[in-house]
Structures are given as C-alpha cells and as structure tokens.
C-alpha cells in the first residue's frame, strides 16, 4: 500500500493517473486548451510515425520488385502531398467535432444524456476519422500502384492498411486518454450509460490483441508469401525482412498493450489509492469517473460506497450527540441494551435557584448559561469514563459503568465530582450546583415503544443520588456522596472522602451514610 501522503498526491495532484491531464478543479477554458493540445499532439505525432514505417516497410523491406523511374517519382510526389493533405483535412475536422461535441464544457454546466453520451464516444469518433483517412490512403497508394506496377500492388495494400490499423488503434488509446477530465465531468459520480457498455471490457481486450498481435503476425505470415511468390530473395534478404518486421511486431504489439494496460489500470489504481484512504478514517475521498466501461461503473461505485460511509459516519456522529457514542458503540456490536442488571455509580447534578435565574434574566441568557454548565459536565462526566444520560432541564445524570462497564464505577464517578466542584466555582460563579453521588445495583438498557427508543438506567441509585443533590445544596462545597459510593471506590479515591451523618433521605425507607470530600 501507498503511504497516505503518497495517495493524497496521487488523487490530488493526478486525479485522471497523469499529471499531464491536470487538476480535477481546472478551469474549463483551460481543460479545453489542454484536452485539445494532446489530442492534436498525439494525432499528429502517432499517424506521422505510422506513415513513416508503412514507407519504409513497403519501400526499403518488403520483397518485391525493383522499382522504376516512374514509381519513385510517383512516390516522392504522391505521399508527402498525401501525408499533408490528411494531418491538415484530420486536425480541422477532429477539431471541428471535438469543439462542437464538447460545447457543454465552455459553458460550465452539466452534460445532458446525449451529451454524455456523445463525449465518451468522441475518441471512437475521432479514431474513425483516421480510419477513413488511412483507408483512402490505402485505395489511391494501391491504384497508383496498381497502374505503374501490378505486381508490387499486394505488398502496398498490405503494409498500408496493417499500419494504419495500428495506428488508429494506438490513436484511440491516446485519444481516450487526453479526453479523461472531459468524460469526467460528462460523467461526474454517475456510471457510464448502459449503451457504452455493450463493448465492454472483454471485448476491448481480445480487440486490442488483435490489433496489437494479429494483425502484425497476419502481415508477417503474408511478408512470407511474398517472399515465395518472389523466388528471386535471398536468404541474406530474407533475414534482414523478418528480423526488421519482428521488430515491428514486437514494438507495435508492446506499445499497443502497455496502452491498453495504462487505460484499465488508470481507474483501478484511483480506486485502490482512495481505498487506502478510506481505511486510514478519511472518508472525504471522491474520485472522478472518466472512463466508459465496466471499471467507470467500479468508480462510480466507490463513489456511491464513500457517500454511504460518511452518511453513516455522520448519523452515528449526529446519534452519538444525542445519546452518547458509548450507546452507539454497544447498540452497533451488541445485542445487550435491552434490559440488565448493571452495578454502576450515578452522578446528578441540579443548578440552584433555575427558576428564579428563568424570571429574572433574557432567555437568550439563561440558555447560554446552561449551555456553558452542561459544557463543564459533560466534559468531565467524558473525562472520567462516564456516560451522560439525560439533561432534564437545568439537571444532567451521568451514569458509571453503563453501558461501558469500568474497572472502577464508584471511584470515578467520585472523582468526577469532586472535580465538577471545583470547576463549576471557578468557571461559573454566577451560578451555583448541588452534586449528588451513590452506587449500587440498576437496571440498565433501552425503554420505550419499537418506533422511539431511549437508553437509560433505573432503580433505587438513581433516585438516591437525585435526593443527595437537593441535601448538597445546601452544605458546604455543594457536593455529597453516599458512603455506599465511597465504600466501592478503590482506596486512591475513598482517602479524598470522609463519613458524615446518616439520614433518611425523602422518597426511601432505608438511611444512607452521607460523605462528604476532606
């Protein structure tokens, strides 16, 4: 796998697999210009080529007669005229089609249908341009041939329209490269048309073997028909002919493959560099779809998978919120909040005089008071391991041990409060709390109708601690525990407490031993 800096810069810096395609973001005055640029350089530069092999082929290698005064002249004239004749007639018409098929782009808006589907066919459009090209090329060469010598027309109409095969399939492949950004944005997050798909990528591949190694393996075998026809070729000549047309064998099949490999793993590497990504937590991947096979329907599934990841990252976050993230993480691997006995240690705390503070005071007040007094609890109740239950009004339990369990319930709800103490004086003056702390045995799970659920803990603890808090508004400190809690507590915590009276608190039958912190 890439490091992740190295597949950040992949998909940034080379979204389309080369930096010669540009950034995803560019201008699109500028992507035409560029688009237009390597399509004019490719086509030039690879039917120049083309034509220069086919000459030498079919002048200086092929078996044949020798040739007269009159053919060579032909020849001087005939295809250098041609050769000019058709880059000038191919450029302004590949330009004119590429201009008008790809309007849309200058204009900034979306592809519709038939625009989509009208650009991810223009390389095969611009491709049979050259075809039709090279195919005259091959009629007028093999009927000038045909008149000035009969016998050499065989080997001209074979080296031509071979080499213009190939050509024009090396064309298309550099054709559907310059046109990625383009086919992009045709596409954005969508996969490819069905309609484009019917030449799929099976049949892409066995057609570009073909061209790549049938068609100049087929020249070959019928270079060595010539040879037979021709009895007059030595076997010094024979050698040079088959070592010089190996050679073009094997580059034309090596070129045409690497291409053809480039177009497929192009996609597959933009998918597995944003599956790097997406493994190492950063789900705001998007990767561009701009091919029109089967592998553009795998990046737009990517596409459609990532989005799913972070609506549910999101609903889990936005869930989380609301409930806690250490419910979402039992409900999401467990099936255990449907109801159990949990021995757990319960925090509540109540603001003191709340209902004066709502008559006396702006609402738009009162509520940022609240908010920065439940900022401090939660943010204590998460510091120690605690799970924050419910706000009921200017009130928040916490709860310890449920539904995560702790190693220490009753000790860190202690902690957690008598940290809560010394902050809320610090941190909120205006306003005083009472904290009320116990422990013991709770029921601990989900409550409600199958339509809303809500995760809670209930039993004699809770309501304890709920009496605690209205007795420790009133002592100093505003803090009291039950001995219960501190008792349960590792010996680090229970040091920090010290026993007080025992009451009967309102609501219960039984007394609880007060603490209260040294």
Request: charged share 20%; proline share 5%; with cysteine.
């Amino acid at each position: 796998m890439l490091p992740e800096s190295s597949a950040e810069a992949v998909l940034r810096r080379r979204p389309f697999g080369s930096w010669l395609l540009g950034p995803a973001d560019q201008n699109p005055r500028l992507l035409r210009m560029r688009v237009q640029i390597l399509l004019t350089v490719f086509a030039i530069g690879t039917n120049v080529i083309g034509a220069l092999v086919v000459f030498v082929l079919a002048v200086f290698v092929l078996p044949g007669p020798a040739g007269n005064q009159e053919l060579d002249l032909a020849r001087s004239i005939a295809i250098p005229a041609y050769v000019v004749f058709a880059l000038v007639v191919g450029s302004w018409w590949c330009t004119r089609l590429g201009l008008r098929v790809t309007s849309w782009v200058l204009e900034d808006r979306p592809a519709t249908t038939r625009e989509q589907i009208a650009t991810l066919q223009l390389p095969l459009r611009l491709t049979m341009i050259e075809v039709f090209l090279w195919l005259l090329a091959t009629v007028i060469f093999s009927l000038l041939t045909l008149v000035l010598r009969p016998e050499s027309v065989l080997r001209v109409l074979v080296t031509t329209f071979d080499g213009g095969i190939v050509t024009c399939a090396a064309s298309y492949l550099l054709s559907e490269f310059a046109l990625r950004p383009i086919a992009a944005r045709a596409l954005a997050d969508e996969a490819p048309p069905r309609r484009l798909l019917a030449a799929g990528l099976k049949a892409r591949t066995v057609f570009f073997w073909a061209v790549g190694s049938g068609v100049p393996v087929a020249g070959l075998m019928l270079t060595a028909v010539l040879a037979l026809i021709d009895g007059d070729v030595t076997a010094t000549r024979l050698s040079v002919i088959i070592l010089a047309l190996g050679t073009v064998v094997l580059v034309c099949g090596w070129l045409l493959t690497a291409l053809s490999a480039r177009s497929v793993v192009a996609p597959v590497r933009s998918v597995r560099n944003a599956l790097t990504l997406i493994g190492r937590g950063d789900l705001n991947v998007r990767i561009p779809v701009f091919d029109g096979t089967e592998l553009g329907s795998l990046q737009a599934g990517f596409n459609r998978m990532a989005a799913g990841l972070r609506e549910r990252e999101r609903l889990r976050d936005l869930f989380g919120r609301y409930v806690g993230p250490s419910v979402v993480r039992e409900a999401l691997s467990s099936d255990t909040l449907g109801g159990e006995e949990r021995f757990v240690a319960v925090l509540f705390v109540d603001l003191t005089g709340s209902t004066e503070l709502a008559a006396t005071r702006p609402p738009a007040e009162v509520v940022q008071l609240l908010n920065r007094f439940f900022a401090v609890v939660v943010d204590e109740v998460d510091e120690h391991g605690g799970f924050v239950n419910k706000f009921a009004g200017d009130a928040v339990l916490a709860v310890f041990g449920a539904p995560t369990e702790l190693a220490d319930p009753a000790g860190s709800a202690l902690r957690a409060g008598r940290a809560l103490a010394a902050r809320l004086r610090d941190e909120l003056p205006e306003a005083t709390a009472g904290i009320g702390v116990t422990a013991g045995i709770v029921v601990a799970g989900t409550v409600g109708d199958v339509r809303r659920y809500e995760y809670t803990v209930i039993g004699d603890p809770v309501n304890e601690a709920a009496r605690l808090t209205e007795l420790a508004k009133s002592v100093p400190g505003r803090l009291v525990a039950s001995m219960a809690a501190v008792a349960e507590a590792s010996s680090d915590e229970a040091k920090h407490w010290q026993a007080g009276d025992e009451i009967t608190v309102r609501g219960r039958t039984k007394p609880t031993r007060l603490a209260t912190p040294r």
